[in-house]
């Protein structure tokens, strides 16, 4: 199935936080991880990121990387410089207060079907 980001915000439950010009984006896969260092390494282009980290840096990642979109987890909310950033690189974020393994499982089971 393809799978953009607002589907999936509407199926999980999503709360967007920002980049919102970009829920139109294909996600094709995900990669969850706390650890920028892992991220930049193991991620691909048009991955949803699954994280608890909140910082401004996880932005510069994302773009980087090029993924579809950042997800906080167990309720994280971004700090002010994420928002921020998130707006002027386009890059959706989105909030939700299931953990990350749930995440995970529900967009596995999305995409795969």
């Given at each position: 199935?393809?799978?953009?980001?607002?589907?999936?915000?509407?199926?999980?439950?999503?709360?967007?936080?920002?980049?919102?010009?970009?829920?139109?984006?294909?996600?094709?896969?995900?990669?969850?991880?706390?650890?920028?260092?892992?991220?930049?390494?193991?991620?691909?282009?048009?991955?949803?990121?699954?994280?608890?980290?909140?910082?401004?840096?996880?932005?510069?990642?994302?773009?980087?990387?090029?993924?579809a979109?950042?997800?906080?987890?167990?309720?994280?909310?971004?700090?002010?410089?994420?928002?921020?950033?998130?707006?002027?690189e386009?890059?959706?974020?989105?909030?939700?207060?299931?953990?990350?393994?749930?995440?995970?499982?529900?967009?596995?089971?999305?995409?795969?079907?």
């Open positions: 199935m393809k799978m953009n980001l607002a589907i999936l915000s509407e199926k999980l439950g999503l709360e967007v936080r920002g980049g919102e010009d970009g829920l139109n984006r294909e996600v094709s896969g995900g990669y969850v991880g706390d650890l920028l260092s892992d991220v930049m390494a193991n991620s691909k282009k048009n991955d949803v990121w699954i994280t608890c980290q909140s910082h401004p840096n996880i932005i510069a990642v994302s773009a980087l990387k090029e993924h979109g950042i997800i906080l987890v167990l309720g994280k909310e971004p700090e002010r410089d994420t928002l921020e950033n998130a707006s002027r386009g890059i959706p974020l989105l909030v939700t207060t299931l953990s990350g393994f749930e995440v995970v499982g529900r967009i596995y089971n999305l995409i795969k079907t």
